[in-house]
């Protein structure tokens, strides 16, 4: 079955030996690297002490095949070497810097291992390049409710084969905790309140 994701991405999916940048959004990190993982497993994290283990259980990674370094330290660029040499998809956390001449050898190293790299920010010369712009929450009524879900827009540009913009609504992470696609909300789901808008509160107990 196709992910939600793939009529975002050239060919419906991460090509190997490539880099993806997830725009800063942390459940689109996580369900890149559920996609990516699904055919290798093993995945690595560096840099991305956000990154809790329950969440990344509930997008599909396993977490009995990952490795994570908190805090790469000034070597960075020797560490993402090292791991694009021998994982298969390893993640980037947005306060990681590399050279620009280290960029260049890592790419070098992806397309000879066919490791994919996810940046949670920009990453430089990334080959796709995904936006998220929130849209609102299901779950959430006149100022009460569970949330259950988070509605998005996600943007895809980037290089060659994914030049060309595309776009499409998603769950991110749906009412199962996994991407979804849009379409008529579950019954028994509340009404989304869409980003900006005001809410009544009331006070309880």
């Given amino acids: 079955m196709a992910s939600p ?27 890149l690297a559920a996609l990516a993982a699904a055919e290798s497993v093993a995945w690595a994290a560096v840099g991305v002490p956000e990154l809790g283990g329950l969440a990344a259980a509930q997008a599909g990674l396993d977490l009995a095949t990952g490795l994570v370094v908190s805090d790469p330290g000034p070597r960075a660029a020797q560490v993402l070497a090292v791991l694009l ?67 998005v827009t996600v943007t895809a540009g980037g290089r060659g084969a994914a030049a060309a913009p595309r776009s499409a609504e998603l769950w991110l992470p749906g009412p199962d905790g996994l991407v979804g696609r849009v379409g008529r909300v579950e019954r028994g789901t509340a009404e989304a309140v869409r980003s900006g808008a005001r809410a009544d509160l009331r006070v309880v107990g």
Avoid: Y
């Avoid at 991405?9 to 459940?27: F, M, N, Q, S, Y």
């Avoid at 998809?89 to 790299?117: D, F, I, T």
């Fill in 85 to 151: 040499e021998s994982v298969p998809v390893v993640l980037v956390g947005a306060s990681v810097r590399v050279p620009e001449r280290a960029v260049r050898r890592l790419r070098a190293v992806m397309r000879r291992s066919g490791a994919v790299l996810l940046a949670a920010g920009r990453w430089p010369g990334a080959d796709v390049q995904l936006r998220v712009a929130p849209v609102g929450w299901a779950g959430v009524g006149r100022g009460h409710g569970l949330l259950r879900g988070r509605r």
């Fill in 5 to 31: 994701l793939s009529g975002l991405l050239p060919g419906g999916g991460i090509r190997p030996g490539t880099a993806v940048g997830a725009g800063g959004d942390l459940p689109l990190l996580l369900a």
